[in-house]
């Protein structure tokens, strides 16, 4: 086994566990939006109960929440798995094209 052999090895495991960080977080992401469609209204109240917090304030909180979640999901999943196989697919061309 060469070098570019085990490189190549050890960039497609890389890239499946990118893969499946960006799709864990995607299900994450819709399971929290699910459950403030279906429990928005209980967790409004027992956190506005604890901190004073206004409807729109509660809304704003969660939004801005499922934003940084997505947000930090494609910049740390997505984008490297992009790059990983764009590595990948570089590296299989060059070793085809030389003897």
Same mark, same amino acid.
């Given at each position: /086994?060469?070098?570019?052999?085990?490189?190549?090895?050890?960039?497609?495991? $890389?890239?499946?566990?990118?893969?499946? =960080?960006?799709?864990?977080? %995607?299900? *994450?992401?819709?399971l929290? +939006?699910?459950?403030?469609?279906?429990?928005?209204? *209980?967790?409004?109240? $027992? #956190?506005?109960? /604890?901190?004073?917090?206004?409807? #729109?304030? +509660? #809304?704003? *909180?969660?939004? =801005?929440? /499922?934003?940084?979640?997505?947000?930090?999901? +494609? $910049?740390?999943?997505?984008?490297?798995? *992009?790059?990983?196989r764009?590595a990948?697919?570089? /590296?299989?061309?060059?070793s085809?094209? %030389?003897?």
């Open positions: /086994m060469n070098a570019s052999a085990s490189l190549d090895e050890v960039l497609s495991a $890389v890239a499946k566990i990118l893969l499946w =960080c960006f799709v864990l977080g %995607t299900l *994450i992401l819709f929290l +939006f699910g459950l403030f469609l279906v429990a928005g209204d *209980i967790a409004y109240q $027992v #956190h506005s109960s /604890m901190f004073d917090l206004s409807e #729109h304030e +509660f #809304h704003m *909180i969660w939004y =801005c929440g /499922m934003g940084l979640l997505k947000a930090w999901v +494609f $910049v740390l999943f997505l984008i490297p798995w *992009i790059g990983v764009l990948l697919r570089g /590296m299989r061309r060059r085809a094209r %030389t003897p």
